[in-house]
């Protein structure tokens, strides 16, 4: 079965401390993103990564870090930096640049992160 | 890339043909209209992609006049499983890289 995977499904951590939250799609794409949810609310983009070791920051990129060492595998760390952490984050890939096709992204299920 | 506005909320009911109206006035020449479904604790999922006239797939079709300003998904007989966020998103399919807008969508709540 081809698609994405991130782990885990809930995460609890302490305040001031560095969390990881993890990203693996088998789709063969080379794109990938990381997007933040709120309660009630869209998705705002935290980065992007086009290729392998290359990733731009998307809209709210602060307290936020990533890597993209392979291409299955696009991990984000969210840092003791980032104000305000608990919310929800999905991880998507995609075909940079689909031509004539439709260009979609797959999303995974979602990490729920929650900081006290 | 083109803002987009649509109603926050909507009811149906069961078996229903639902239209869903989302308004891109400063939609650009090389940007597509798509449409997004999210269910509660879950990523988005991809329902439909056009740039004019009409398309129609499996789920849903997506209706675009001719002066792409704004467009209308439609879901016919909706069922109780249908009840989830749908996003309207307009931009360009080359070089999109990831930059895809989503508002905070329209919540579709269907009743028995």
């Known amino acids: 079965d081809g698609g994405i995977t991130q782990s885990p499904k809930y995460l609890f951590r302490k305040e001031g401390q560095n969390v990881t939250l993890s990203c693996e799609q088998n789709l063969n794409h080379d794109a990938m993103y990381w997007y933040r949810q709120d309660p009630g609310q869209g998705l705002r983009l935290i980065y992007y990564s086009q290729i392998v070791n290359d990733f731009q920051k998307g809209d709210i990129a602060e307290g936020y870090s990533v890597s993209r060492e392979k291409k299955e595998s696009f991990p984000l760390t969210v840092t003791s930096a980032q104000k305000n952490p608990t919310a929800f984050y999905l991880c998507a890939s995609s075909k940079p640049d689909p031509g004539q096709g439709v260009f979609e992204q797959y999303f995974g299920p979602g990490t729920r992160l929650t900081v006290t | 890339l083109a803002k987009t506005t649509q109603p926050i909320s909507m009811d149906s009911y069961e078996g229903q043909e639902v239209n869903i109206t989302c308004s891109h006035n400063n939609i650009a020449t090389n940007d597509y209209i798509t449409w997004y479904q999210q269910f509660p604790s879950q990523g988005p999922r991809f329902i439909i992609q056009?740039?004019?006239t009409k398309v129609t797939n499996e789920v849903a079709s997506l209706f675009i006049p001719a002066d792409r300003k704004s467009s209308t998904l439609s879901l016919p007989r909706v069922s109780l499983s249908d009840t989830a966020v749908y996003y309207c998103?307009?931009?360009?399919?080359?070089?999109?890289?990831?930059?895809?807008?989503f508002g905070q969508g329209t919540t579709l709540q269907v009743k028995p």
């Open positions: 998103l307009v931009g360009p399919l080359s070089g999109n890289t990831g930059k895809l807008i």
């Open positions: 056009g740039y004019k």
